[in-house]
T-cell receptor, first 113, second 118 residues
Framework: ETGVTQTPRHLVMGMTNKKSLKCEQH?????MYWYKQSAKKPLELMFV???????ENNSVPSRFSPECPNSSHLFLHLHTLQPEDSALYLC????????????FGSGTRLTVV | AQTVTQSQPEMSVQEAETVTLSCTYD???????LFWYKQPPSRQMILVIR??????QNATENRFSVNFQKAAKSFSLKISDSQLGDAAMYFC???????????????FGKGTKLSVKP
């Protein structure tokens, strides 16, 4: 039990599809994060949410659309993706924004064909 | 902007032996945190060890210890008595002490893949 659950574990989608990634935590954390992990590159922070409000968007293309309906759930809606968007998408949470104790999920391996 | 560099894409160690993973970073800040995360094949990132820059004493967690050289901006991870379960990607990460604006988020290196030979 990781504390942060991500679904699906694997996803293959065409460039014209629309899909969503889900992240769920029941740790009572207030901050949630989306990271992109590509091969041979550092993890890239995509979005930050604090108490359901987006606090950061690191110049992420609009084909990635996050949603945080409550502090326990975080979604990443995907549409018209490109092959270079294929990566492992990791979700993390922390008690508060300033907390360094991140808990990560196991990620969704996304392949865009 | 801060950067984290891990110069060893891959490392290998014999079971029960000791291995050291390297990490250097660049920052103009004087107070910050440094971390080593482990990512096994299960893909979940797990915090291995944390170091506060204002502490001179090197952090240790069981078989894991760090060599923190603040002046050299170096933060290496030593794994003693390596076990098969230590095989994973290891990421070095930096975080500003204070959170605000673009500061305070984890900044990761590219990772080092550690193999453990039986």
């Amino acid at each position: 039990e990781t504390g942060v659950t991500q679904t699906p574990r694997h996803l293959v989608m065409g460039m014209t599809n629309k899909k969503s990634l889900k992240c769920e935590q029941h740790l009572g954390h207030n901050a949630m994060y989306w990271y992109k992990q590509s091969a041979k590159k550092p993890l890239e922070l995509m979005f930050v949410y604090n108490f359901k409000e987006q606090t950061e968007n690191n110049s992420v293309p609009s084909r990635f659309s996050p949603e945080c309906p409550n502090s326990s759930h975080l979604f990443l809606h995907l549409h018209t993706l490109q092959p270079e968007d294929s990566a492992l998408y990791l979700c993390a949470s922390s008690q508060d924004l300033g907390d360094y104790g991140y808990t990560f999920g196991s990620g969704t391996r996304l392949t865009v064909v | 902007a801060q950067t984290v560099t891990q110069s060893q894409p891959e490392m290998s160690v014999q079971e029960a032996e000791t291995v050291t993973l390297s990490c250097t970073y660049d920052t103009s800040e004087s107070d910050y945190y440094l971390f080593w995360y482990k990512q096994p094949p299960s893909r979940q990132m797990i915090l291995v060890i944390r170091q506060e820059a204002y502490k001179q004493q090197n952090a240790t967690e069981n078989r894991f210890s760090v060599n923190f050289q603040k002046a050299a901006k170096s933060f290496s991870l030593k794994i003693s008595d390596s076990q098969l379960g230590d095989a994973a990607m290891y990421f070095c990460a930096y975080r500003s002490l204070y959170y605000g604006g673009s500061q305070g988020n984890l900044i990761f290196g590219k990772g080092t893949k550690l193999s453990v030979k039986p």
